[in-house]
């Protein structure tokens, strides 16, 4: 009994320490005690609001200029300039007490965090154990679009800032095209409820003191759709009527990159920095400038790049946009794919700028690309996705697999960051908890790749994040393995639901494989509303609430598959009928985003789905 639940709790930390080693007994807590915290006022603070949440009221707290009597403190915190590496720490827990050292303001933040997962993990009968620990990467972070569609309340946010930070994450990323409240640029982010500059300086600072970095991004070349569709910033756009085509196929519709050969794109872009860097204390700035494709069509630039190449191009216009950055205090990253389609000018990047080398399938070559820029001494962060985009539920074993092999080959061409990406391609219609494996996954494996390779993620996903629904998610995103046909960047199960009836459904997926996924959604949902997660409980509950929208989604899939494969989507009832589910999905739809999420862009999302409900009854 007591012995075991020490063991769990110990095997439930997450990340999972470096090194753990077991001793005999443990250490009861208590109500009440005196508490030592050693260090400048600055450094202590985060481990304090930590170690104060974790104990409550009756504990007393003394710092080096009030000493309690020799042997009284049960509890002592202490900055210790002797522990190797920054952000590195070491607890050792006894029966008299628990000690703790670090080497800086991080690391005992971390050893804080992790005194309080074994406390509330054991009951506050802690193992007597000593934990030394420290992390693979030194930046550890986490990228959020709030640009399609879905952009958080401030709540939200703080939650997953805590979240986070529980994970010793120390990064946080808001990917932006149009979300931020630009002065002066209102038809822009007028109906998308954007980020406004108060806004985001309250979360600086929230993020500051719980260790996290909040790092401005803005993408400054390519996916400015938002702006470059409206009249009045179309003149900056390469292709102004779009048509760029697509190396998946297909081609892009709307105007999507600035003209690199036209001086009012860097006049424009400095008018953003201007408004947005000041906001931010980071003096890092990811300025996005990922999927060019205007640039290879027959845009405003053709004559220079028929003259010097499309990487050629593309290379001066980000040089000049290093000079803005530069020039304002910053250092510049960007997203790393259409300079690896020229590995010839790699070497010429201006000095000092970030690679953010991106791919978001299991066999992405992180392998060949870090050893790349390893080579041309590059620094460069690795970033993998949580694989919740454009798949309803997730890809469970996709996304174990791409977070994984980032950590792996990114330790060992010697990146200096990794940062987990998640999307909101196609509406954004996954809920948040579809991403929180990935969330804890990537923080653990960035963590220490070595011990935390094996995590049991269920387990820590009810630990940490998921409130008992732990299971239950990781089983729904691996429901996409059953459907008769895999793709990239998504499933078939969301294609079916999201795309028009004249898309062949693809081949391999029939009606037994579509039954087979709802018996595995109903499998896995049964645990999940029965006892104390009953239908009732699990509406009260935001994510459960989420959790059910999920499942709606998955059976409004198959069901709309059966009826396309069968030809039943001839047959006006069971279009009725289909009909009448996804005016359910709808309904859901809304009432879930509302939890976490601003208004703005929930019309735009939930259009998508209206445009399929018109192919039942137009």
């Known amino acids: 009994g007591g012995a075991k639940g020490m063991r769990d709790a110990l095997r439930r930390l997450a990340p999972q320490p470096r090194s753990v080693l077991r001793g005999e007994g443990f250490f009861v807590l208590g109500d009440a005690g005196i508490a030592r915290l050693e260090g400048g006022a600055d450094d202590v603070r985060p481990a304090l609001c930590v170690l104060q949440r974790a104990l409550g009221s009756g504990w007393r707290w003394s710092g080096a200029r009030a000493s309690p009597p020799a042997g009284d403190a049960r509890l002592e915190f202490r900055i210790a300039p002797q522990v190797a590496g920054p952000q590195s720490y070491r607890i050792r827990v006894t029966p008299g007490g628990v000690r703790a050292e670090a080497q800086d303001r991080s690391g ?81 982010w007028r109906d998308a409820s954007p980020m406004t500059a108060e806004e985001i300086r309250a979360l600086d600072a929230y993020c500051a003191a719980r260790c996290v970095e909040l790092v401005p991004n803005q993408n400054s070349f390519g996916h400015l759709e938002r702006w470059l569709t409206l009249q009045r910033y179309t003149v900056l756009a390469e292709l102004p009527q779009g ?19 036209d001086p009012r794109s860097l006049d424009f872009l400095a008018g953003l920095y201007d408004e947005l860097l000041p906001n931010f204390s980071s003096r890092l700035f990811n300025v996005g400038c990922d999927e060019t494709f205007d640039l290879r069509g027959n845009g405003r630039s053709q004559a220079l790049v028929r003259e010097k190449g499309e990487g050629r191009v593309y290379l001066e216009f980000l040089r000049k946009i290093h000079g803005l950055v530069t020039s304002r205090g910053r250092r510049m990253a960007f997203w790393g794919d259409i300079i690896l389609r020229h590995p010839e000018l790699v070497n010429e990047l201006p000095p000092g700028v970030l690679a953010l080398e991106w791919g978001y399938e299991a066999d992405h070559p992180f392998d060949a690309h870090g050893a790349l820029f390893a080579a041309s001494g590059v620094p460069f962060y690795v970033c993998p996705g949580t694989s919740s985009w454009n798949s309803l539920s997730g890809r469970t074993a996709n996304m174990l697999g791409n977070l994984r ?113 709802l018996a595995r959604v109903e499998e896995a949902e049964r645990p999940t509303l029965n006892g104390q997660r009953s239908t009732v409980n699990a509406q009260r509950s935001t994510l459960g609430q989420e959790v059910e929208q999920v499942i709606r989604m998955l059976r409004a899939a198959c069901h709309r598959g059966l009826a396309l494969l069968d030809g039943g989507i001839a047959c006006p009832a069971t279009r009725q009928a289909l009909a009448a589910e996804l005016d359910e999905l709808g309904a859901g739809h809304r009432r879930v985003w509302r939890l976490r999420n601003r208004e703005g862009g929930l019309n735009d999302s939930l259009a998508r789905l209206l445009g399929i409900r018109a192919e039942y009854l137009p």
């Open 243 to 261: 048509g760029a085509p697509l190396p998946w196929g297909g081609v892009h519709e709307k105007p999507a990159s600035l003209c690199p050969t």
């Open 405 to 517: 092999s980032a950590a792996e080959q990114g330790l060992r061409h010697g990146a200096c960051e990794y940062l987990v990406t998640d999307w909101g391609d196609g509406g954004h219609w996954q809920p948040l908890c579809v991403s929180y494996a990935g969330f804890l996954y990537g923080a653990a494996v960035s963590w220490c790749v070595a011990g935390n390779r094996e995590l049991p993620l269920a387990e820590a996903l009810d630990a940490h994040l998921a409130e008992g629904f732990g299971q239950v998610l990781l089983e729904l995103g691996d429901v996409y393995r059953l459907c008769g046909a895999l793709r990239g960047n998504g499933t078939e199960l969301f294609q079916i639901l999201s795309k028009p009836r004249t898309r062949p459904v693809a081949a391999g997926v029939t009606p037994e494989t579509l039954r087979a996924v």
């Open 108 to 188: 005992l933040f971390y050893a804080a965090i992790t005194f309080a997962q074994l406390a509330r993990l054991s009951g506050g009968m802690l193992p007597a154990c000593e934990i030394e620990d420290a992390p693979d990467f030194p930046a550890r972070g986490v990228m959020l679009d709030i640009s399609r569609d879905k952009v958080p309340t401030m709540e939200t946010l703080f939650r997953l800032v805590d979240l986070l930070a529980g994970l010793k994450v120390n990064q946080l990323q808001l990917y932006t095209e149009h979300t931020f409240a630009y002065r002066g640029h209102s038809e822009v």
